[in-house]
């Protein structure tokens, strides 16, 4: 049987549960230290352990149990949920995904336990109590298995084997379970010499739902295994099953309460059967004390029967939310289909312009529409909300918090802002360095922060939003702002900048995504070194983004990142410069009009907008082309704040452009984002409309204080 898809699915879910642990203790405004949260802790090292007992990985297996001691004894209240705990926990988790990459991807290392799992082992079996918590967990295993000792009883016995009575859950299927790998798995403990079907509780036709399970297994296996070995087969899934074991030459006593827990009168029947008993052996099955202590257990054996029926609560709360895993390579080949399909209705779209033909003129557009909706569809499926990153940074900055000997909230606000899977990733490190930076350099110290009248506790928000077809991060922190003097004179010291030269605060504020920047004044393990910050800005302008910052001396700084809404597909508008096609994003765009000479101050490169003066930028000044000879038009474009003017040839109509990257060779080239296919076959650059913005309005504030300069040394 091979179970290396299988292990793929146990390490990704794992790491998720892993993920959901260390959720639960950095939150506890969420998960407030009690019951409840510490069974979710319980039942996450509980579920990890018994999957990983599936798979035979002995050492991952070891260390989960010993840490689910401990949260055993934290639920049952014999230890108590400290911040010595929490930390001891969380680095436990981290061994956790040590153990799942190591040993599932290295076969032997399966069974062998890392040396840097000793220490936390030992601080794992301090918060055990004296009285062992092995009880405890043997009590857990016989409240959700039934078993029978392996000992030898005196009386009749109805088998030589272990005796197995499998009742299935009706979300068995829906949870990722299969019955029969259960089977195939006991095959590899032993001889299995019977299997049997049992049906229960199952629906009328008409009201049967194909997905839930509503089968039994009744088996019998010949192995040498122990009982912990065998019931281990069912640890995550006996919270919700039943399952009964009997151990080979059980005594008729412990059939006859196995029998009263299924509360199944016929299975009676089929045991007598199978092992032809004598007249007096069925008798002291069937005695009648047996009905008595069968109508005593009734509520209870039903109690436990009850998870093998779905409520209509439960089954539409399931409906409402489920998942499919799908292969992110999947997902990125749709994605390119689409792209495809996009381009070649562009083409359909001119064909049936060209013939003029009014019904395939209105058939395309209905296609059109359609492939609008799949587009915009298959764009959704690869978007997740930007909590996936947000959640990384709870525990990072709990420990550097510890680290600066400062006290630091996070907060943390938009998290479902939704945001392209493909950038997840890029942002991680970003926002790492940007949030580092924040915690040391931005907050103050707490003697600090008490003296300027501030709390003691400082606080760093991180939080998203759309504005405008953009996805904003903003990271933001209340403490003492960016010094502007101490910026512009450590770049002079460092000859990043020529001395003298005159910048305005937003050109100060970006001189510290200069490469070897930086304004500690000792090198830490955070920062210091004059890294990190040009890498960020590097980064956010690959992903097609910006960065702007805010920040006043006292009250503190704020990292705005704007990113576009996606990277692949988008609603574009055609223009053209000197013949050759252009595409600028849709959403980017206010307005088109003539090119108004009389409202134009040339020298300072701006136009009079309806009173409103805005910087603009000449594609054909900028690729270096020939003044035109006809008149020209001027888009109107903004980026968050920022607007301006970019003049052009012709005005074409939208069309929809599936961004392709240039290439290595292009990464340096400024103003063009990539390319694209129009629908006549010949490719077309894409504008990056922010960079363009940015070129005019610093071209505008050079020209101005070129100005203002000769005035002043005119009048000198």
Known sequence: MDLSKAKAIFIEESHELCNALENALLHPDQYPPNTETFNLLFRTAHTIKGSAGIFGLEALVRFTHVMENVLESLRSGEVMLTEDLVSLLLSCNDHLRTLLET??????????DLPEGDALLKGLRAYQPSRTTERHAEEASHREIITCPEELAAGASLTPWWQLSLRFHPGTFHHGFDPLSFIRYLGRMGDIKFVELVWRNSPAVPGLDPTECFMGIELALDSAESLERIAGTFDFIAEESLIGILAPHAPLSAFRALLQRLDETEQLQRWIKRQALTEEEARLVCAETVQDQQEAAEPQSRQMA?????????????????????????????????????IASSGTKLIAQSRGDAELLESVAI?????????????????????????RFPRMVREVSKQLNKTIQLEIKGADTEIDKSMVEKLTDPLMHIVRNALDHGLEKTDTRLLAGKPAMGTVTLNAYHDAGSVVVEVSDDG???????????????????????????????LIFLPGFSTAD?????????????????????????IEIQSQIGIGSTFRLRLPLTLAIIDGFRVEVDHSALVMPLDMMIECVDMPQDAMIQHTRQI??????????????????????APEFIVIVHYGDNRAGIVVDKLMGEVQAVIKPLGEIFKSLRGISGST??????????LDIPQLIQHACRRERRIIRQQAEALVNSKA
Not at 335 to 340: A, D, L, P, Q, Y
Not at 678 to 686: H, I, R
């Open 103 to 112: 040993t599932c991807h290295n076969e032997a290392l399966a069974n062998q």
């Open 306 to 342: 009850n998870p093998l029926a779905t409520s209509p609560a439960s089954k539409t709360a399931r409906n409402e939310t489920s998942y499919i895993r799908i292969e992110a390579s999947k997902l990125d080949r749709l994605i390119n289909r689409v792209g495809e399909l996009v």
């Open 367 to 391: 296609i059109n529409t359609l492939v609008e909706s799949i587009r915009d569809d298959a764009l959704t499926l690869r978007m997740v909300p930007v909590d996936e990153v947000f959640s």
């Open 480 to 510: 003492g702002g960016i010094p502007r003097d101490k910026v512009l004179a450590k770049a002079m010291e460092r000859g990043l900048i020529a001395e003298g030269r005159p910048l305005n605060d937003q050109e100060i504020l970006q």
């Open 522 to 546: 000792t090198v830490s393990d955070l920062s210091g070194r004059g890294v990190g910050m040009d890498v960020v800005k590097r980064n956010i302008e690959a992903l097609r983004g910006e």
């Open 608 to 629: 009079n907008l309806r009173g409103d003066w805005l910087p603009f930028v000449s594609l054909r000044e900028l690729f270096g082309l020939p003044a035109a000879s």
């Open 677 to 686: 296919i129009l629908g006549n076959g010949k490719p077309a650059l894409v």
